[in-house]
């Protein structure tokens, strides 16, 4: 909901009325209220990969939560993917938001959190380790 930054909702938070204090409830925004819908097809790892991705590449570099904090990011969610002490990772991506999310000047690295924490904490079956999905699929 609301652009490439805003959050990812699950299917049971369709019925959330569309208004600023309903969706900030949620942890969520309404941002320019663009709406995309994926099936269940889509990976929400990789998601929240582009979201830290597109952080890193938009950055102008001002402030350090978001110039060193996205580029981090896509280091953690990689080794996330790829295994590498799982729930050290989440840590990370957990701690980083919070600071991207307080710390940085402005939107871009502030809103960044938003599809990263709500990937993980509506689809966590995606942030399982890569051998771990596969097997399960
Ligand atoms: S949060 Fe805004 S001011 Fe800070 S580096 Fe990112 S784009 Fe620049």
Known sequence: MGGPLG????????????DYEAFAAKDGL???AGIVVFDDTVDMLKQARFAMEFCAVESCGKCTPCRIGS???VEVLDRLANGIEPARQIEIVEDLCETMKFGSLCALGGFTPYPVMSALTHFPEDFRPQPVRQAAE
């Open 30 to 32: 309404i941002g320019h």
């Open 7 to 18: 959050a990812y909702f699950p299917r049971a938070l369709f019925d959330t009325p569309f």
């Open 71 to 73: 580029t981090r990011g």
